[in-house]
C-alpha cells in the first residue's frame, strides 16, 4: 500500500526483458545487447512508446534523466532567468519547491505558492489575479502525493497562456495511470519511471512541446557521442539535454513497461484504480476516530488515502501496521510540507495508503480491519 513511492515490482515480462538485455551486454564486443538492440535504438524505442504514452509529437521530444527531480533542476534552471516570476502550487513536492526556493534564495526569481483547498485543489476562481507582469511559468503537480487530489491543470496553464506564461507539469502520480495528453496542454512534462510507469526507480525524463527546446539552455553539460568536434554543447535533440552515458537499462525498463500500459489501455488503468480509491475511502468513513484528508472524491483523486487520527503518531500506526499485520504504508511528511501546511497537517504529518491496479479488494478490506484494530 505505498504505490506512492516506488511501484513495489516491474511485471515478469519487464524483469524477463532486462535481465535478458544484462545477459546480452555482458558480451561489450558484440556492440548489441536486447533484441539485438544498441543503446541508442533502445533509447528510440523508450522515447516513441513515451511520445504516443504522453501523446508528444516528436520522440526526440522526450529526454531522458534520473527522473523529476533532476528534470525539474533542469528545467527550471535552464529556463528561468533574473527577474522572472514562478506561480506553483499550495501542494508540491520537494522536488519542485526546493529547486524554485533555490533560486529564490539567490534573488533569481520571486516565486509564489498558490493556495490550495484543504482538500489540495486550487481554486481556479481569480485564478488570473496571481499572475504580475513578469510572471514567467506555472508549474503544477498534476496530482498531490500527499492527499491524491488531481488539479485543473488544462484550466490553469489555459490562463497561463493567456497571460504568456510557460507550463510544467509533474506527472510523479499520473503518469501511466492517468491518460496524459502533452501537446496543446504543457510545455514541459516532467515524469518518473518508478511509480505507475512501472519502471526502474533512477530513470524518468521530461518531455518538451514543439519549439520549447529553443526556449530553454542545457543546464548540464558534456558529451553526447555527437558533434564531438566543438566544445559547445549541441543544440539539437536530444542531445541538448542528454549529455553523458545513458541509463539504457532504466530506459528499456520504461520502454517495456510503457508498452505494456499502453497494451492494458490507461484508461483501465485509471478506471481500477479509481475505483480502488473509492472503496478504500468507504472503508476508512467507517472507521470511528480516523480523519481522512484530501478530496472525498475518488474521481478526482489519484490512487492515495491520506489520514491521521487526533492524539495517535502517524509513525507508529505506520510501524503497528506494518510489524503487527504486515501493512507497507508511509506516514510523516512525504517531501512536501507544502501540502501538508495546507492540509493542517503539518508538522505531524500523515499515514498514507497508495494502491496500484494490482491491488485486490480483499487487500483493502485487510488493510482497514488492521486500521481499524490499532485505533
Ligand atoms: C509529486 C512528486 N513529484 C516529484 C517526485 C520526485 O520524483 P523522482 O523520484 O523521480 O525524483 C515525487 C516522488 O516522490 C513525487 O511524488
Not at 520571486?110 to 499572475?131: H, M, N
Not at 566544445?231 to 549529455?243: A, G, I, V
Not at 552515458?245 to 478506471?271: D, F
Request: with cysteine.
Amino acid at each position: 500500500m505505498n504505490y506512492a513511492a516506488t511501484s513495489p515490482r516491474t511485471s515478469p515480462a519487464v524483469t524477463e526483458g532486462l535481465v535478458c538485455h544484462l545477459r546480452q551486454s555482458m558480451n561489450l564486443s558484440a556492440g548489441r545487447n536486447f533484441e539485438g538492440l544498441d543503446d541508442g535504438a533502445i533509447a528510440l524505442r523508450a522515447r516513441r512508446v513515451l511520445a504516443h504514452l504522453f501523446n508528444v509529437s516528436a520522440p526526440e521530444r522526450v529526454i531522458f534523466t534520473s527522473g523529476i527531480t533532476a528534470s525539474m533542476n533542469m528545467v527550471l534552471n535552464g529556463l528561468l532567468k533574473e527577474g522572472d516570476h514562478v506561480l506553483a502550487s499550495g501542494v508540491e513536492h520537494n522536488a519542485v519547491a526546493r529547486p524554485l526556493e533555490a533560486l529564490r534564495r539567490k534573488g533569481v526569481i520571486e516565486a509564489d505558492y498558490l493556495p490550495c483547498g484543504a482538500d489540495g485543489v486550487i481554486s481556479t476562481q481569480g485564478l488570473s489575479r496571481a499572475f504580475l507582469p513578469n510572471t514567467r511559468l506555472m508549474v503544477l503537480t498534476h496530482a498531490s502525493n500527499v492527499l491524491g487530489s488531481v488539479q485543473p491543470v488544462r484550466e490553469c496553464f489555459a490562463i497561463a497562456k493567456e497571460h504568456g506564461a510557460f507550463t510544467v507539469l509533474d506527472s510523479a502520480q499520473t503518469a501511466g495511470v492517468f491518460p496524459l495528453s502533452m501537446d496543446g496542454v504543457t510545455d514541459v512534462l516532467a515524469f518518473t519511471g518508478h511509480k505507475g510507469l512501472r519502471g526502474l526507480a533512477g530513470i524518468g525524463g521530461f518531455a518538451l512541446s514543439e519549439g520549447m527546446s529553443e526556449r530553454m539552455a542545457p543546464w548540464i553539460s558534456g558529451g553526447t557521442g555527437s558533434a564531438s568536434q566543438s566544445l559547445e554543447q549541441p543544440d539539437f535533440l536530444p542531445d541538448k539535454f542528454e549529455p553523458g552515458t545513458p541509463n539504457t537499462l532504466g530506459i528499456l525498463s520504461l520502454a517495456l513497461s510503457a508498452e505494456e500500459i499502453l497494451s492494458i489501455g490507461v484508461g483501465s488503468i485509471r478506471a481500477r484504480e479509481a475505483a480502488l480509491t473509492a472503496k478504500f475511502i468507504c472503508l476508512c468513513r467507517s472507521i470511528p476516530g480516523l480523519r481522512i484528508h484530501g478530496t472525498a472524491d475518488a474521481s478526482r483523486s489519484a490512487a492515495i488515502v491520506s489520514v491521521d487520527s487526533p492524539g495517535a503518531d502517524v509513525g507508529v500506526m505506520a510501524a503497528r501496521l506494518y510489524y503487527e499485520h504486515g501493512v507497507i504504508t508511509r506516514s510523516g511528511l512525504h517531501c512536501s510540507p507544502l501540502a501538508h501546511k495546507t492540509a493542517g497537517t503539518f508538522p505531524h504529518g500523515t499515514l498514507r495508503f497508495s494502491f496500484g491496479a494490482d491491488t485486490t479488494e480483499d487487500e483493502l478490506l485487510y488493510a482497514a480491519e488492521a486500521l481499524k484494530k490499532i485505533l
